[in-house]
Nanobody
Framework: QVQLVESGGGLVQAGGSLRLSCAAS????????MGWFRQAPGKEREFVAV????????YYADSVKGRFTISRDNAKNTVYLQMNSLKSEDTAVYYC????????????????WGQGTQVTVSS
């Protein structure tokens, strides 16, 4: 079992930055692939970024590539999402997710989810 708690969301102006954190419980955090997803009102949950358990491979949605950076600190059981050059279309609830084997873009394949943190970008 893995429990995930996101933090770091808030209100920011367009062009600004935020860093989201996702703290995980459990001693096997380093064995899990970790993803970030987001969901805007009236839209489906969409993939943002993923980092594999080893931390050596990362993948991004085209919409955030070059602006967002996913990273992890296995010693702290935490995954981060650094978001720069934020746009109004980045406004959403951001969720972190974990899965032992899957590291793709399909939200349905992830076994564990946090409760989400709101990010609002004002234009």
């Amino acid at each position: 079992q893995v429990q995930l708690v996101e933090s770091g969301g808030g209100l920011v102006q367009a062009g600004g930055s935020l860093r989201l954190s996702c703290a995980a419980s459990g001693r096997t955090f380093s064995s899990y692939n970790m993803g970030w997803f987001r969901q805007a009102p009236g839209k489906e949950r969409e993939f943002v970024a993923v980092i594999r358990w080893s931390g050596g491979s990362t993948y991004y949605a085209d919409s955030v590539k070059g602006r967002f950076t996913i990273s992890r600190d296995n010693a702290k059981n935490t995954v981060y999402l650094q978001m720069n050059s934020l746009k109004s279309e980045d406004t959403a609830v951001y969720y972190c997710a974990a899965d032992r084997y899957y590291s793709g873009r399909n939200a349905r394949e992830y076994d564990y989810w946090g409760q989400g943190t709101q990010v609002t970008v004002s234009s």
